[in-house]
């Protein structure tokens, strides 16, 4: 065979060996992902920050640390702390269901899983208040028997936080059931486990990480959740006023600086617990590999 034969077979099979890209290539993609990033995050978040340095020290200090705004942070992190803490338990039972059990209206169920997505918030809060209400559905047997008041209260905004943020838990622990091997379980309990055992020892340490993903994505939407709790919190000052409640009334004063100030620390709060889940998960994810 000559040499201009084998380089003529070769081309074809270089060309057809060389890896097809949909995408453009790194650096045009990277360009446009941090141009995209900034238009979007970036430059509306440093504005929050820019508008807060016009403020002095002491000014700055004052409009965050004042009483009413600090029993506003109290109820909206207190709230969603609580409302992400139900998800995570309740949340990851329902998932645990709809991985591994098949029964009539499975796919019903999973439908409704996501109700909160699509239904705008403000729909939500006005059905929550007219059920937990004292005349509502639910809300004349739980205050007519136990005697406990929902609507217009900090529960009722426990109640419509926990509604918001069940499926950032479910959708987030649920593929992830769906991919463990149930050998590991099999093997668990051939050697004598029980099944709490193999649920702490085999099955949790697996979806720790997302448990902690599903819990810090549904208190980032918490904290900031604004349409289905101003209907059935009644924000009342120093006792079911939200901190985005607060930052709307700022804005209506026209006291911008003073708004801004107050989501500066928001965001910062966030951050910070953010940051210290993605921690966590890394850190379980290391325990996991190492074992």
Known sequence: MSAVS??????????????????????LSLGFTLFYLALIVLIPLSSVFLKTFTMTWDAFFSAVTSDRVMASYRLTFGASLIAALLNVVFGGILAWVLVRYKFPGKR???????????LPT???GITLTALYSSNGWFGQFIEGVLGIKVA???LGVVVALTFIGLPFVVRTVQPVLEDAEKELEEAAASLGANSLQTFIRVIFPTILPSLLTGFALAFARATGEYGSVIFIAGNMPMVSEITPLFIITKLEQYDYAGATAIAVVMLVVSFLLLLTINLLQAWTRGKAKKS
Do not use: E, N
Not at 8 to 17: D, E, T, V, Y
Not at 109 to 116: F, K, N, S, T
């Open 6 to 27: 084998v380089s003529a077979s070769a081309a074809p099979l270089k060309a057809r060996g060389a890896p097809f890209r949909v995408m453009p290539g790194f650096q």
């Open 108 to 118: 019903i169920i999973d439908a409704l899983v996501d109700l909160p997505f699509a």
């Open 122 to 124: 403000a729909v939500a």
């Open 152 to 154: 217009f209260t900090p």
